[in-house]
């Protein structure tokens, strides 16, 4: 769209927004009798920190200069929802807001379950933001490691591919492999630079690998690589994989990592026939 048709998309979102906030909700007192529902210009410029008239201006979609600090307030004046202040942000300044983060344990949803078990010969994982190993299904447990006895502090994808010598000798094209990683985890690392977790274990790897170091300086970025992989498993022997990883829509910011048989190769069936061993491992 055009500079005016944005401006004009602008003026009507934040008119449609400050209309549905009641002053209750906003702390504002009731006072006099109100021509318009929701809160007035003012209230909002009050609440936000600006001044009526730049508000005013703003809410009439005119052509002004406009700081992320003031559009976070207004966001937050407005209560817009994570989605919403994005809309804002690339109606105002047409680039996406600063990511914002709440550092909390993320959970797999039951559906997110359901994925995983119906995934049967596909090994799978769900990761959070930092890599973090949340949730796996029986053939990523089959083909990798049984995450289930790694420490949980350990559990971490990164840290697994640079730590530990039977993920490196699985994988016959490493470097490949790790360098698709670090560049979904350095496109992380961009997104959220607030996050004093993200420098902490960065110094913690690199004291513990040299390779962690070398690839780290190369500074890739992908949001979503797509490997191909080839594996060479003691059990079964030579394995292919297209890696696909897909970002898990909502405010838990999961990632699903699945390993996919490639086409004409006879990984599938060698799938199958190592569930099928671990399987009878189980009821022995």
């Not at 929701?38 to 052509?63: C, H, K, N």
């Not at 002004?64 to 300044?93: C, G, H, P, T, W």
């Not at 026939?273 to 009821?283: N, W, Y």
Request: proline content about 4%; some cysteine.
């Amino acid at each position: 769209m055009d500079t005016k048709e944005r401006l004009q998309a602008l003026s009507e979102f934040l008119t449609t927004h400050r209309a549905r906030i009641q002053p209750s909700e906003a702390g504002v007192l009731g006072g006099s009798r109100r021509r318009t529902p929701g809160l007035r210009r003012e209230e909002v410029a009050s609440i936000a920190g600006v001044s009526t008239t730049w508000y005013t201006w703003l809410e009439q979609g005119r052509d002004i200069k406009m700081s992320v600090q003031v559009l976070d307030r207004i966001a937050l004046a407005l209560q817009l929802n994570e989605d919403e202040r994005q809309y804002l942000f690339m109606l105002a300044l047409e680039q996406p807001a600063p990511t914002t983060f709440v550092d909390h344990i993320p959970t797999v949803s039951p559906a997110l379950s359901r994925i995983l078990t119906e995934l049967h010969d596909c090994p799978t994982i769900i990761s959070d933001r930092r890599c973090n190993i949340v949730g796996w299904n029986q053939a990523a447990a089959a083909i990798f490691l049984d995450f289930a006895i790694i420490p949980v502090e350990q559990r971490n994808m990164i840290w697994l591919l640079f730590t530990r010598k039977e993920l490196k000798a699985l994988a016959v094209n490493w470097h490949d492999f790790v360098k698709g990683f670090l560049a979904m985890f350095r496109s992380y690392y961009g997104q959220y630079v607030g996050d004093n977790w993200y420098s902490e274990f960065i110094e913690q790897i690199s004291e513990q690998s040299q390779d962690f170091r070398a690839f780290w300086n190369q500074s890739d970025v992908s949001s979503a690589p797509e490997v191909f992989i080839e594996f060479r498993h003691a059990k079964v022997g030579k394995l292919l994989f297209d890696l696909t990883t897909l970002q898990v829509q909502g405010r838990t910011d999961l990632r699903c990592s699945v390993y996919t048989p490639s086409p004409g190769s006879d990984t599938d069936s060698k799938v199958r026939l190592l569930m099928s061993k671990l399987e009878d491992q189980d009821h022995d």
